[in-house]
């Protein structure tokens, strides 16, 4: 029952469209309606500010980070198991992307999965970061950054988790999110074969 409730408590946290809350209080505006169309900080970035769309980063990283210690928070249960620790986490990933207040649409998931997975493998996802910094330095196009990021994700987690006794499972689950960062860039994909993706600055 503890981890279920957590389980509903981490989706209810990761589907708070904190783009949209920001673009509401701040401008009066749905940001669903400028821009990419998208909740997420990119467009926050464009269309609203700077120091927002670098404070609705933050919030979504930050509810990332936490959904994974929703069981130390509220039952004090240290540490959780690795299973519960990806299965909060990818549930809060889900809510964003998928998001109840948002009739189920909602971001990328990108940065609520940069939040989660540095609480839990934090050597892996700070080089996949660092990979991120690199390609968007290089190309300055926000997609292609965290389309590569996600791609090199999963060989760098069996690179350092191969030995590990939940090696397979971490592996598994970072290929999953590959995958579904990978789906949840279908329209950046194809605005990039056809080199229409905006770049930053």
């Not at 926050?44 to 933050?58: E, M, Y």
């Not at 990933?93 to 909602?106: D, T």
């Not at 700070?126 to 996600?150: C, E, G, Q």
């Amino acid at each position: 029952m503890k981890f279920l409730l957590c389980l509903l408590g981490s989706y209810l946290l990761g589907s708070i469209p904190f783009g949209l809350i920001l673009g509401r209080l701040v401008k009066g505006i749905d940001i669903r309606k400028f821009g990419s169309g998208n909740i997420g900080a990119t467009n926050v970035f464009r269309v609203i500010g700077k120091k927002w769309g670098i404070l609705a980063l933050l919030l979504d990283v930050l509810k990332g980070y936490l959904a994974p210690q929703l069981p130390v928070i509220f039952f004090k249960l240290t540490p959780p198991p690795v299973i519960w620790l990806l299965a909060l986490g990818l549930s809060a990933i889900l809510g964003h992307s998928f998001s109840i207040w948002l009739s189920f649409k909602g971001g990328k998931g990108v940065a609520t999965s940069f939040g989660v997975f540095l609480g839990i493998l934090f050597i892996p996802t700070l080089l996949a970061f660092l990979f991120w910094i690199l390609v968007f330095i290089l190309t300055r196009i926000i997609s292609i950054a965290s389309l590569s990021a996600a791609a090199i994700f999963p060989f760098l987690v069996y690179f350092f988790e191969r030995n590990s006794p939940s090696g397979l499972l971490y592996f598994s689950v970072s290929l999953f999110l590959s995958l579904f960062i990978l789906f949840t860039h279908r329209g950046n994909i194809a605005r990039l074969l056809r080199n229409e993706e905006t770049r930053i600055f």
